[in-house]
């Protein structure tokens, strides 16, 4: 982040209250932050002036700046405009994990913010206990799923957490077979996915009859519309019912899709996703699906592990965290340690 000097963010602070009073919308520039992916500045407006005077004016503000797009969105009393660096860095996992101190148990880190700070989410939390996980081809959904795993197994032993993991391209969560967190192999065909569902829902029938809920199992499941069109009626009564039912039996589900709809997924195991992390989708009707709500502006992100994080209500932009290839066994001995 290193290339960017005052010099260079005061200028461009300065264009973007130039472009806007052009267009008698003024405001001043009072603050903001660097991050691995954007360069985000916040805007007091004058009393009068609306969000959507600034958003209507997000082409010429790129023009500007020299930039493909900018973002603009609300936040608090002040309006931020977001704008992608021509330099962007990725997220390390393991590099990031060093930086935190203690977290609760069963904490996920997803990846830095937009103010630079770690997103933290704790699975058996009550507005958490499921997530759903979309993006189309190169929002980097499968990668912050790895991710997501990575972080639960380095910072949770397996005498608390075990994961049930479907993969059903047997690509994005074939690196993580060698986990010891795991129930079984990573399950992929129609027939090994059932089984392993079968094996879920009677665990969660077995705890509880016997009020049990230890240990977690955070059940996985990449492309999740290609599982219920193998699988059929049986998997998507499995994976309701874990939906449903899950959380008070220690199960939580982390679902992975392409183009989530009530359709595709049946409006039971939709309407069981409090957490929506949402990467760059095709249009703003496919991120009002996939967030459950309008406005994210999920169309408009970079790709590559841009994300918005959507709960009750509130919207987090951040920069999912990475694990390459080459740090997965240094991941398996801080895991072994």
């Not at 939580?252 to 049946?266: E, R, W």
Request: with cysteine.
């Amino acid at each position: 982040m290193s290339a960017f000097s005052r010099e260079t963010l005061n200028f461009q602070a300065d264009r973007i209250e130039r472009v806007l009073a052009s267009h008698r919308v003024p405001v001043r520039v009072h603050g903001g932050a660097v991050s691995p992916r954007w360069v985000r500045f916040l805007l007091t407006p004058a009393l009068g002036a609306r969000v959507a005077s600034v958003r209507n004016l997000s082409e010429e503000l790129a023009l500007a700046l020299g930039a493909e797009d900018v973002r603009v969105a609300r936040e608090g009393e002040s309006i931020a405009v977001e704008v992608p660096r021509a330099d962007p860095e990725p997220v390390r996992l393991l590099a990031l994990l060093g930086t935190l101190a203690a977290t609760p148990p069963l904490t996920a880190c997803l990846g830095l913010t937009n103010d630079g700070r770690p997103l933290l989410l704790r699975l058996p939390s009550p507005e958490v206990a499921h997530v759903l996980v979309a993006g189309a081809t190169g929002s980097g959904k499968t990668e912050l799923m790895r991710s997501l795993v990575m972080s639960l197994a380095v910072l949770n032993r397996q005498s608390r957490l075990q994961f049930a993991l479907i993969d059903p391209k047997s690509r994005g969560f074939l690196p993580l077979g060698g986990l010891p967190h795991l129930l079984d192999e990573v399950a992929a065909d129609p027939g090994t996915v059932l089984k392993l569902l079968d094996r879920l829902t009677a665990e969660m029938e077995r705890r509880d009859r016997q009020n049990v809920s230890t240990p977690r199992i955070v059940v996985v499941v990449d492309e999740l519309l290609d599982v219920l069109a193998a699988g059929g009626k049986r998997a998507e009564t499995a994976l309701t019912r874990i939906a449903q039912r899950g959380r008070e039996a220690g199960l939580h589900l982390v679902a992975g899709a392409q183009k989530p709809s009530t359709t595709a997924l049946g409006p039971m195991l939709k309407a069981n996703f409090p957490v929506r992390l949402v990467g760059r989708v095709g249009s703003a009707e496919d991120a009002r699906v996939a967030a459950g709500q309008a406005g994210t502006g999920a169309e408009k992100l970079l790709g590559r592990g841009d994300f918005v994080l959507v709960a009750a209500g509130h919207l987090v932009r951040f920069q999912a965290a990475w694990i390459p290839a080459g740090e997965l066994m240094e991941s398996y001995r801080l895991i072994e340690g």
